[in-house]
């Protein structure tokens, strides 16, 4: 089986209801959708997301079509990680992070897809799963949500049976995060997991005065406090607290990792497939995490839960609310994984 033909379609639109976080304002749905097609007629497609900047997805696909994909017309598209390897090569004096990794990245989990449509299994039961459903919460605490409008979407997430409920700090002074933090309480209970998110606000100082106080609060975790390059800055945080730092989503490839991890900065590790380089890349990360005992979040779910399957220390997918339509139920708090051939996920 060769590689034939790779080909991109491209979507950039406004968002009918724009979120916010504590240092962006993400107000766009853009997405390039690459497929790869062989010469035994299987084909492999993944979808890369932009939540900002109209252009990105047309700047991704020309990447991916007049640069990346002309490198691997006619290779085996099992070869996953010889093509992986192939495509740092050309993207390094460029610098491989960056869009060249969303390349890449695209073109990894399309592969995935690919073998697992070609073998018509599941992409989860290739990579040797230990799980059939992966434990759930729902990311719904905006910044442009009022008081009022945080406390009826996660009193709707507990509703559809996550497990619990994270929300987005820092967008303000620490005693409004502190209010909107009891209200959520309230809503979800004493015992159900509230994750704080502050999206790389705060410098150090200011990151541990709110950690302190989110430890308080009995927060389950406190994610990207600090700018993601900040290794010293991350290790000396997670030496002052006792809430489990989370972080690793705006980190591109496995070596970024490496000393966040070694050095204990790091106490939930939360790659990116876009950016951490697809999902050969995200399964090395998470087995590195395994090895020094950190658990393993996801960023964003989708195909992402094939990943998780298979990671001995996965302790969470992370989610939106459910599908109006119904076509997914949670079972005990878990999304179970879906059965169809390639990188099928409950999102598609």
């Not at 406390?151 to 997430?157: L, N, Q």
């Not at 502190?178 to 998110?197: H, K, N, T, W």
């Not at 970024?256 to 995200?282: H, K, M, N, S, Y």
Request: hydrophobic share 40%.
């Amino acid at each position: 089986m060769k590689i034939t033909d790779i080909s991109v379609q491209v979507v950039s639109e406004s968002k009918a209801h724009p979120v916010r976080d504590a240092i962006q304002l993400l107000d766009r749905n853009g997405h390039t959708r690459v497929r790869i097609d062989t010469d035994d007629g299987v084909s492999g497609v993944s979808t890369t997301y932009f939540g900002r900047v109209a252009s990105s997805p047309e700047i991704l696909a020309r990447i991916v079509t007049e640069q990346l994909a002309p490198a691997i017309v006619g290779e085996d598209p099992t070869l996953i990680r010889g093509i992986r390897q192939k495509l740092r090569s050309l993207t390094d004096y460029q610098g491989t992070a960056g869009l060249s990794s969303y390349g890449i990245s695209a073109i990894d989990l399309a592969l995935w897809d690919l073998l697992g449509k070609s073998l018509d299994v599941p992409v989860w039961k290739l990579l040797g799963a230990q799980r059939t459903t992966i434990p759930t919460y729902a990311m719904v605490g905006w910044l442009e949500l009022d008081v009022t409008g945080l406390e009826t979407v996660s009193a709707k997430a507990m509703e559809q049976g996550f497990r619990g409920v994270k929300m987005k700090v820092g967008g303000g002074p620490l005693g409004e995060d502190v209010q909107r933090i009891r209200a959520v309480r309230a809503v979800i209970g004493p015992d159900a997991p509230l994750m704080v998110d502050a999206n790389q606000a705060f410098e150090y100082s200011e990151a541990l005065r709110r950690g302190r106080v989110y430890e308080e609060l009995d927060c389950r975790w406190f994610e990207e406090p600090l700018p993601a390059d900040d290794t010293d800055g991350h290790v000396r945080l997670a030496e002052k607290l006792d809430i489990p730092i989370a972080t690793g989503e705006n980190r591109y490839g496995q070596a970024a990792f490496r000393d966040l991890i070694a050095r204990g900065g790091v106490g939930v590790v939360q790659p990116d497939l876009r950016r951490a380089g697809g999902l050969t890349e995200c399964l090395e990360i998470g087995l590195m995490a395994e090895g020094f005992g950190v658990p393993y979040a996801s960023h964003g779910g989708g195909a992402h839960i094939h990943v998780l399957a298979a990671l001995p220390n996965t302790i969470y997918v992370e989610s939106g609310l459910l599908p109006a339509d119904g076509r997914v139920e949670l079972v005990d708090g878990c999304y179970p994984l879906p059965l169809g051939p390639g990188l099928s996920s409950w999102n598609d």
